[in-house]
């Protein structure tokens, strides 16, 4: 029998990860807490997701791939906890099923949110604001639905926090049939700019390209900081390949310059990122040495 080497068998454990969706992961930075908290998971068609992809790409890499042939990607939110407060970024997809028969979507579910918070400690009355990278249906989530068997919405004692530029055009929302989450989320609908602190250690940053006003969030603590790029990045095999737009964005040669630059920061010491639909390595650190992948996971 050949031998197998410690790092074949660490990188078949990350293949592994690559094609399931990611259950409760944690990590900490320094004083603050930043957990996934899972609401479901995406199946997505690869050729029609990433466009500038061949079979030829996607033969070479079935890791990223479910049985089916589809890209698998998660489903959730990022909670960020500091001493006894909470922030809620991003909020899934809610308890709800929906599959096209064509294009990049093959089927989208969620509903499990409440049961992560409940799992991590947490109540939803514990979040003090929700923040969002953007308003696509599956981040808006919980943010426009009630609490299971309640009338009230999940989180209607908190504020939720959009960029200015993406709520002014939330008119585009409201264009592919998001009118009723748009109405249900806007009296507590509170806008920030570019550069704001809105919680400790995390600030706000504007990047347009996968929509007019997309954030992202900057975490800091502990000598360490995290990077919750939110749809700047669909899938891990985008680190390795920047120009690969997904058809999802708004603007693909902007988004592309920017995917640039993200990971550009994303290998400088001390960073982490966080890719809200990678599939069970949504932490992890940019390693460009052409040794593998250049995404690998972080655990701690």
Request: avoid cysteine; charge should be negative; charged fraction near 25%.
């Given at each position: 029998m050949a031998d197998v080497t410690v790092d074949q068998v660490s990188r078949d454990a990350q293949d592994e990860r690559r094609s399931r969706p990611s259950g409760i992961r944690s990590i900490l930075l320094g004083d603050t807490k930043?957990?996934?908290?899972?609401?479901?998971?995406?199946?997505?068609?690869p050729l029609p997701l990433l466009q500038d992809t061949t079979d030829e790409v996607w033969a070479a890499h079935p890791e990223y791939l479910d049985a089916d042939g589809h890209l698998v990607g998660s489903i959730g939110s990022l909670l960020v906890e500091h001493g006894d407060r909470a922030l809620l970024i991003d909020a899934g997809f809610g308890p709800r099923t929906y599959g096209a028969p064509e294009g990049p979507l093959a089927t989208i579910h969620g509903g499990a949110l409440p049961q992560g918070l409940a799992e991590l400690g947490r109540?939803?009355?514990d979040i003090e604001a929700v923040a969002f990278t953007h308003l696509h249906v599956d981040h808006l989530g919980w943010a426009s639905l009630p609490a299971p068997g309640e009338d009230r919405l999940l989180?209607?004692?908190?504020?939720l926090l959009v960029s200015g530029p993406e709520w002014e055009r939330r008119d585009l929302l409201e264009a592919q049939g998001a009118s009723e989450q748009v109405a249900a989320m806007a009296p507590q609908v509170r806008t920030i700019t570019d550069g704001q602190e809105i919680f400790p250690g995390v600030r706000v940053r504007i990047t347009p390209g996968h929509t007019v006003g997309?954030?992202?969030y900057v975490i800091t603590g502990g000598g360490r900081r995290l990077i919750a790029f939110g749809d700047a990045v669909h899938s891990p095999i985008q680190i390795d390949h920047p120009e690969w737009s997904s058809a999802f964005d708004h603007e693909p040669?902007?988004?592309?310059?920017?995917?640039h630059r993200l990971v550009a920061e994303l290998a400088r010491p001390d960073t982490i990122g966080f890719g809200v639909h990678f599939a069970d390595v949504v932490f992890g650190r940019v390693h460009r040495d052409g040794d593998g992948p250049a995404w690998r996971p972080v655990d701690a």
């Amino acid at each position: 029998m050949a031998d197998v080497t410690v790092d074949q068998v660490s990188r078949d454990a990350q293949d592994e990860r690559r094609s399931r969706p990611s259950g409760i992961r944690s990590i900490l930075l320094g004083d603050t807490k930043v957990s996934y908290v899972p609401d479901g998971d995406v199946r997505l068609r690869p050729l029609p997701l990433l466009q500038d992809t061949t079979d030829e790409v996607w033969a070479a890499h079935p890791e990223y791939l479910d049985a089916d042939g589809h890209l698998v990607g998660s489903i959730g939110s990022l909670l960020v906890e500091h001493g006894d407060r909470a922030l809620l970024i991003d909020a899934g997809f809610g308890p709800r099923t929906y599959g096209a028969p064509e294009g990049p979507l093959a089927t989208i579910h969620g509903g499990a949110l409440p049961q992560g918070l409940a799992e991590l400690g947490r109540r939803p009355q514990d979040i003090e604001a929700v923040a969002f990278t953007h308003l696509h249906v599956d981040h808006l989530g919980w943010a426009s639905l009630p609490a299971p068997g309640e009338d009230r919405l999940l989180f209607a004692h908190a504020d939720l926090l959009v960029s200015g530029p993406e709520w002014e055009r939330r008119d585009l929302l409201e264009a592919q049939g998001a009118s009723e989450q748009v109405a249900a989320m806007a009296p507590q609908v509170r806008t920030i700019t570019d550069g704001q602190e809105i919680f400790p250690g995390v600030r706000v940053r504007i990047t347009p390209g996968h929509t007019v006003g997309h954030a992202e969030y900057v975490i800091t603590g502990g000598g360490r900081r995290l990077i919750a790029f939110g749809d700047a990045v669909h899938s891990p095999i985008q680190i390795d390949h920047p120009e690969w737009s997904s058809a999802f964005d708004h603007e693909p040669a902007l988004t592309a310059d920017h995917r640039h630059r993200l990971v550009a920061e994303l290998a400088r010491p001390d960073t982490i990122g966080f890719g809200v639909h990678f599939a069970d390595v949504v932490f992890g650190r940019v390693h460009r040495d052409g040794d593998g992948p250049a995404w690998r996971p972080v655990d701690a």
